[in-house]
T-cell receptor, first 110, second 115 residues
């Protein structure tokens, strides 16, 4: 699976949109971009995934660039409960292995 | 029901003890996973069970012994652990369809301390 690069930490004001970037320049054609988050002392939580089209669900939106070398996870109206470590993972569809990188520690500021 | 449960929440064991961690899901998922997470590090995959058979062992020491007695249950048997094995142990499950694995759902973890 391709490697990802994320900023180690970010802050966002409560109520604003949080935009978390991820670089995956070596992604191959059949690999998906997955996002998980881990709130302190809890298990990771699946957020969203996508191949090349933008995706939206009740938690977030995923924007993937046309060349698929980078993506952005958008939390539209961040709340204090969104403070967590966010992991961007590239994974071949159907692959059993999920390899976590170091992630981005997002802190929502009141 | 989208929940993966793990027991116990906390476990303290000596290096000569034998203990087991338990994981359960009732989502009909046929893939189950064990991960280990050290403090301030990302989770690392240990084992994968697919249709109740061990499909991936990430070169985990034999003092960790996984078991999948049925499609809803996953155990991790621990024996002769070392203090450096202290960590959060996470269980996850995912749907399998046509042999492909989908997004994983994680339990809250068991925090293990080896003394």
């Amino acid at each position: 699976d391709a490697k990802t690069t994320q900023p180690p930490s970010m802050d966002c004001a409560e109520g604003r949109a949080a935009n978390l970037p991820c670089n995956h320049s070596t992604i191959s054609g059949n690999e998906y971009v997955y996002w998980y988050r881990q709130i302190h002392s809890q298990g990771p939580q699946y957020i969203i995934h996508g191949l090349k089209n933008n995706e939206t669900n009740e938690m977030a939106s995923l924007i993937i660039t046309e060349d698929r070398k980078s993506s952005t996870l958008i939390l539209p109206h961040a709340t204090l409960r969104d403070t967590a470590v966010y992991y961007c993972i590239v994974r071949g569809f159907g692959n059993e292995k999920l390899t976590f990188g170091t992630g981005t520690r997002l802190t929502i500021i009141p | 029901d989208t929940e993966v449960t793990q027991t116990p929440k906390h476990l303290v064991m000596g290096m000569t003890n034998k203990k087991s961690l338990k994981c359960e899901q009732h989502m009909g998922h046929r893939a189950m996973y064990w991960y280990k997470q050290k403090a301030k590090k990302p989770p690392e995959l240990m084992f994968v069970y697919s249709y109740e058979k061990l499909s991936i062992n990430e070169s985990v020491p034999s003092r960790f012994s996984p078991e999948c007695p049925n499609s809803s249950l996953l155990n991790l048997h621990l024996h002769a652990l070392q203090p450096e094995d202290s960590a959060l142990y996470l269980c996850a499950s995912s749907r399998k369809d046509m042999g492909l694995s989908y997004e994983q759902y994680f339990g809250p973890g068991t925090r293990l301390t080896v003394t």
